[in-house]
T-cell receptor, first 113, second 115 residues
Framework: KNQVEQSPQSLIILEGKNCTLQ??????????LRWYKQDTGRGPVSLTI?????NTKSNGRYTATLDADTKQSSLHITASQLSDSASYIC????????????FGQGTELSVKP | ETGVTQSPTHLIKTRGQQVTLRCSSQ?????VSWYQQALGQGPQFIFQ???????GRGNFPPRFSGLQFPNYSSELNVNALELDDSALYLC??????????????FGPGTRLTVL
């Protein structure tokens, strides 16, 4: 069964600190892996997209890594800001299934002053 | 803002009724995907439309149906509403069909409540 699992489920950090979110997937055949940020009640916004041949991708203070052998990805947030408080969702795209994206359940990040 | 709009923003229906949700894709995009997001969960893929044809479907019953129009806007129709259909419904537009590297841009969603 194609699955995407994220940890931790929720996380509280102080403003200015770094954090790392984890994603494990069992999706096959794998096309690409994406990290999205979703503010409460809003649609997800893409942070990074990586194919199986890419190991790392950065977008400002966000850095995603991918290990296609172990089927693990991480999202590292540097120097967190209050506006980083959101749900961060790991999403895997499946080859040949008409655009099907498989979403993890998300990690709820809360950045406190 | 992604340029993807959805209407209405909120909707309340009763069990057994039918509902139509609408999505306008980003300019130049020919593909629309629909997702259902229950509270506290990640979105679940419902189906995708590419150039007015259904291009893939998730594990949703036939009472979930859709359309894509020549201008690439789209509708999601749900018949015989059930309480479990209460969710945030998201649409996403992209250029080209999925499984590819094409980025999907999400709208703000429609919050459906079934009583």
């Amino acid at each position: 069964k194609n699955q995407v699992e994220q940890s931790p489920q929720s996380l509280i950090i102080l403003e200015g600190k770094n954090c790392t979110l984890q994603c494990n997937y069992t999706v096959s055949p794998f096309s690409n892996l994406r990290w999205y940020k979703q503010d409460t009640g809003r649609g997800p916004v893409s942070l990074t997209i990586m194919t199986f041949s890419e190991n790392t991708k950065s977008n400002g203070r966000y850095t995603a890594t991918l290990d296609a052998d172990t089927k693990q990805s991480s999202l590292h947030i540097t120097a967190s800001q209050l506006s980083d408080s959101a749900s961060y969702i790991c999403v895997v795209s499946v080859i040949g299934q008409g655009g099907k994206l498989i979403f993890g359940q998300g990690t709820e990040l809360s950045v406190k002053p | 803002e992604t340029g993807v709009t959805q209407s209405p923003t909120h909707l309340i229906k009763t069990r057994g009724q039918q509902v139509t949700l609408r999505c306008s894709s980003q300019s130049g995009h020919n593909t629309v995907s629909w997702y259902q997001q229950a509270l506290g969960q990640g979105p679940q893929f419902i189906f995708q439309y590419y150039r007015e044809e259904e291009n893939g479907r998730g594990n949703f019953p036939p009472r979930f149906s859709g359309l894509q129009f020549p201008n690439y806007s789209s509708e999601l129709n749900v018949n015989a509403l059930e309480l479990d259909d209460s969710a945030l419904y998201l649409c996403a537009s992209s250029l080209g069909s999925g499984g590819s590297y094409n980025e999907q841009f999400f709208g703000p969603g429609t919050r459906l409540t079934v009583l």
